[in-house]
């Protein structure tokens, strides 16, 4: 019988140094894990083709746009072809994110509601959760963290929104496995097969979206 755990998992936002080494070691350190790709938040490499990974392994650009919200716009039309993701902020931010077309992910906005979570519907943009502030957090701050991603997980079973699970990792000892991300989602009410889907379907796709055969919804070259 197939596991939930038998699917192809990705963390669409790790930090790494700005050079090929330290992003080398993430991949072979992910793979061991049971990921089959990364993305890298602002990379600065020139190009991520080259930095050598597992075999059948992928490496992404992420790009954290500017939390200005009269920038979103023209930042998404500058980076379009990585994965886009803002990270969540005051109310005005958070609505000029999900309001904007070619937006990926508005990751753990402390301020979201009604309002935001129906227009983030009607743009596709995923709502991501961090476990890696339930891991790296205490006392209240955590306490703060784990209320603010059981209110967004409220939202996004409403609306029916994608959700990506990420932990944020800033060194090897940060990632986690997929099972363990799981459990960490557990803690603010995420199904084991939210968490799955959170960590496989929803970022595939995204990345099948930023594919170059990818035009519209419903359009695809032949």
């Given amino acids: 019988?197939?596991?939930?755990?038998?699917?192809?998992?990705?963390?669409l936002a790790v930090h790494s140094l700005e050079n090929g080494d330290s992003t080398t070691r993430f991949a072979f350190e992910a793979k061991r894990y049971g990921y089959s790709?990364?993305?890298i938040i602002n990379p600065e490499l020139n190009n991520l083709d080259q930095v050598r990974k597992p075999d059948g392994f992928m490496i992404y650009p992420c790009i954290e746009i500017s939390a200005v919200p009269g920038k979103i716009r023209n930042e998404i039309k500058k980076y379009g072809s990585s994965i886009l993701m803002v990270r969540g902020g005051g109310e005005d931010l958070n609505r000029a994110a999900v309001e904007a077309e070619g937006l990926d992910i508005?990751?753990?906005?402390?301020?979201?509601n009604n309002v935001l979570a129906k227009a983030a519907e009607?743009?596709?943009?995923?709502?991501?959760?961090?476990?890696?502030?339930?891991?790296?957090?205490?006392?209240?701050v955590r306490v703060r963290e784990l209320r603010i991603m059981k209110t967004n997980l409220?939202?996004?079973?409403?609306?029916?929104?994608?959700?990506?699970?990420?932990?944020?990792?800033?060194?090897?000892?940060?990632?986690?496995?997929?099972?363990?991300?799981?459990?960490?989602?557990?803690?603010?009410?995420?199904?084991e097969k939210e968490a799955v889907d959170a960590m496989s379907m929803a970022p595939l796709e995204i990345l099948r979206k930023k594919s170059r055969d990818y035009i519209q919804e419903g359009v695809e070259i032949l």
């Fill in 1 to 11: 019988m197939m596991s939930l755990f038998d699917a192809r998992f990705y963390d």
């Fill in 154 to 191: 409220m939202y996004a079973r409403k609306y029916g929104l994608r959700m990506i699970l990420t932990g944020e990792p800033s060194s090897l000892y940060d990632l986690r496995s997929p099972r363990d991300m799981a459990a960490l989602a557990g803690l603010f009410g995420m199904t």
């Fill in 37 to 39: 790709g990364i993305a």
């Fill in 122 to 140: 009607d743009t596709s943009v995923a709502l991501g959760f961090n476990t890696g502030t339930i891991i790296r957090m205490r006392g209240e």
């Fill in 106 to 112: 508005l990751m753990q906005p402390a301020k979201f």
